[in-house]
């Protein structure tokens, strides 16, 4: 007996090393294979043209975004105005309701005024039974020429899918979940690959974890990577095995699965291999291979590998195609609840396909699908689990009941571990690896854009701490799946997102969180015990340039004063510059002065920003130096939507008689382009303030040094060497008004003027 357990132990020590070996060198081969695309990828980004496809490529096959949404009631909107928003000339929105149980439908019509029609369809895929159809009467982007909403019973998702794919009318169609961030020139890169291959049957685009990422309008501001374990891991495994490895099997021509937050198909295909499988569909052909009313957990794998056995078996060419690019983003679950549902889901998606598609298991038949693809998936994916817990769970307990040498037991272990690690590495390698994307060779990349070398460390730690417990948890979850398949578990096991928060959005809620906390609590009894005294202020200036429109820009401020406690205040601005109006809130804080002087910090931020910038954070101070001198510090900086500008000024107050003051202040600029390029200018600015009897205030200003002319469209550094002279004035008007009035000369001319004439008015309440 014992010959009998030290032999079955001998096979097991054996079948993991080599599981292990085989593991590992698969997939550094499917890597190497997929260093190719992504290098050839990044490099070309220099060189798109996408700009020119709108009005120089007649080939643009119209694209239809088909979205199925099930109690998606506070996302919903704001992902189709994102999805609006994506360039490309000719789309198509379809979404489906799928029978949600609050008010998806009802939101969507209202937010674009849509009302019921009798849209035409092609009944081509049987579905739950539609209620009604809608199309919207609001004026939609030039680029969208169909808005419609599709309102029909509980199916799910692939039913809702099959829905969609009746209703639209383009010939290619693009899935997409309805809480996922498209990349705006997502859908130009697809088609440049439909273009150069022909035989294309559907392409995927690699998914982006947005987690930490910076997001705001929908869209991803900065890649970032997370910090957070679970986040991290499956930010690494995102970048291992959807992204390189599929796009290792798509230069092998085997890929079998895509991601079905982002895949596009051509429709006709898709439809003649039955679509999505829901088990309502009457086609012969779904019967014959899967069998009649059966239903999938994983329907983006399923269909592909469905049509890959319909090719091969009717002698066509229909290649699936990945690009290793990002072009669409979304959010991984961050607690173990969730993540264990979906990772059971897709295990048991993937029992069930390979059960149903067995047939193609080691048949050159079907090619490589057939005799690589589909055997990985058999060996790494669905048997994986049980040789890894052996070597897991198992030798570490018979090593420690003396069953086996713990030196074999720490090797095998080590070499399980070891062989995840090294592909980690190899992914991480890869895909942070800078290349040169421009012509000239100034700007670099790498495939997920987070650059910093803080990213870096934090990919390469990870690449150790995945193996160091979170391996091992979904190799639990994948076993348990496994148990769950054999009892009939089939439900969807969808588990709650937290939504995406931009990290302005997160500084402005804490921020506004403290000046309401700061706020006056009680009556203005209380107030005045307190020394806090609120106040109102209006502020109203136009600026206009000669033969130039005028500027406005308004504010309206609350604020609470108090010498002793911290000040806080808040407001909302507008500002109108030609045919464009921004908008945004001011909150800001000082603490009480003190004898050596004082201080106080302010941010600005805008939710659409057109001129203006999104978002500024500012911070000044005043310090004594010695009897009626004083130095002055500021420091700004500004985001705006292709530039970051950071602003530094310091200098020396001297307050004279009468109230008079004068202030000398050396300013420097740096500004950074989205295109890469910098620009650094410096310069010199001084101020006299000679305040009149009657309240009539008077300033001086005399300017000389850079200036950077910030052009909403501009791209490259403008630097601008000028001297200014202006006089500002400050009158007393009736009802406690203040009128604000005065004028400015630039040399060198600006524009088709160097005079800036300023006109505005205050009031406190």
């Known amino acids: 007996m014992n010959e009998v357990l030290d032999l079955l132990l001998r096979f097991l020590e054996g079948l ?106 092609r009944e081509d895929l049987r579905t739950a039974e539609v209620r009604a159809c809608y199309e919207s009467l609001d004026r939609l982007p030039a680029q969208v020429q169909r808005f419609v909403l599709v309102d029909k019973e509980n199916g799910g998702r692939a039913d809702g899918l099959n829905a969609g794919l009746n209703f639209c009318t383009s010939p290619y169609f693009l899935t997409v979940d309805a809480d996922c961030i498209v990349e705006p020139t997502a859908l130009k890169q697809v088609t440049r690959l439909l273009q150069t291959n022909p035989d294309v049957a559907a392409i995927g685009g690699q998914v982006g974890v947005v987690n930490a990422c910076e997001v705001e309008g929908g869209r991803i501001l900065r890649p970032r990577i997370p910090r957070r374990w679970l986040a991290l891991c499956q930010t690494l495994e995102y970048l291992r095995a959807f992204s390189l490895l599929r796009a290792g099997f798509s230069r092998a021509h085997a890929l079998v699965i895509l991601s079905g937050a982002f895949m596009v198909f051509r429709r006709e295909l898709a439809i003649e291999v039955g679509g999505f499988l829901t088990g309502r569909s009457p086609s012969r052909l779904l019967h014959e291979y899967v069998g009649e009313g059966q239903t999938t957990v994983c329907e983006d794998m399923e269909i592909v590998v469905r049509l890959h056995r319909f090719a091969y078996e009717n002698g066509q060419r229909a290649r699936i195609l990945h690009t290793p690019l990002p072009l669409v983003w979304t959010e991984v679950p961050e607690d173990l609840a969730s993540l264990a549902k979906q990772r059971g889901r897709w295990h048991r998606g993937l029992i069930e396909i ?49 069953r086996l040498s713990p030196f074999h037991a720490l090797l095998i272990t080590s070499i399980a571990v070891g062989s995840g690690m090294i592909q980690s590495l190899l992914a991480v390698l890869v895909s942070t690896l800078m290349l040169p994307s421009s012509p000239a060779g100034h700007r670099m990349d790498s495939l997920i854009g987070a650059d910093s070398w803080r990213d870096r460390a934090v990919l390469f730690a990870g690449s150790f701490l995945t193996e160091m417990g979170y391996r091992q948890l979904t190799v639990w979850w994948r076993l348990r799946a496994t148990l769950d398949y054999l009892r009939g578990h089939d439900s969807w096991d969808k588990f709650e997102r937290k939504g995406f928060r931009s990290a302005v959005t997160t500084t402005l809620i804490a921020l506004l969180g403290v000046v309401l906390a700061l706020g006056p609590r009680n009556s203005s009894a209380s107030e005045a015990s307190e020394g806090t005294r609120p106040e109102a202020l209006v502020i109203v200036t136009g600026e206009r340039r000669d033969q130039q429109p005028v500027s406005w820009w308004t504010e309206s401020i609350v604020q609470w004063k108090n010498p002793r406690k911290i000040s806080h205040w808040t407001g909302v601005y507008r500002a109108d510059r030609a045919n464009s109006t921004d908008y945004g809130i001011i909150l800001g804080m000082a603490p009480p002065r003190a004898k050596w002087g004082g201080m106080g910090a302010e941010l600005r931020v805008s939710s659409g920003a057109d001129f203006s ?49 004068w202030s000398n202040l050396f300013e420097m600029q740096r500004s950074r382009f989205e ?19 009657h309240g009539i205030g008077l300033r001086w200003l005399w300017q000389r040094g850079g200036e950077s002319y910030l052009v909403r469209t501009s791209s490259t550094a403008r630097d601008i060497r000028a001297t200014t002279f202006g006089v500002q004035a400050d009158l007393p008007v009736r009802g406690g008004w203040r009128l604000l009035t005065g004028i400015d000369h630039r040399s060198p001319d600006r524009g088709p003027s160097n005079r800036y004439w300023h006109l505005g008015f205050r009031r406190t309440f």
């Open 16 to 121: 993991v090393v080599a599981y292990s070996v085989a593991y590992v060198s698969i997939n550094a081969v499917l890597i190497g294979l997929a260093y190719r695309p992504v290098v050839d990828r990044i490099r070309s980004r220099g060189f798109d043209d996408f700009d020119l496809m709108d009005d120089h490529d007649s080939t643009l096959p119209p694209i239809a975004i088909v979205v199925s949404a099930y109690n998606e009631e506070t996302t919903i909107v704001e992902s189709v105005r994102s999805l609006m928003a994506v360039d490309y000339r000719s789309l198509e929105l379809v979404i489906v309701n799928d029978g949600s149980s609050d008010g998806t439908a009802e939101v969507l019509r209202r937010a674009f005024r849509m009302r019921r029609r009798d849209v035409a369809t």
């Open 354 to 402: 390979l059960r149903r598609h067995r047939k193609m298991l080691f048949d050159p038949t079907y090619g490589r699908v057939g005799v690589f693809s589909l055997p990985y998936f058999l060996w790494f994916e669905l048997l994986g689990p049980y040789i890894e817990a052996f070597g897991f769970f198992v030798l570490p307990l018979l090593a420690l009941t003396g």
């Open 675 to 693: 295109s890469g390029e910098r620009d650094f200018i410096a310069g010199w600015e001084s101020k006299l303030s000679t305040p009149l009897p």
């Open 613 to 661: 910038p999104l978002w500024s954070a500012s911070a000044e101070g005043e310090f004594g130096l010695w009897r009626r001198w004083t130095a002055s510090a500021r420091l700004l900086h500004s985001h705006y939507p292709a530039l970051d500008v950071d602003r530094w000024s310091a200098g020396v107050v001297t307050y004279l008689k009468w109230n008079w003051w």
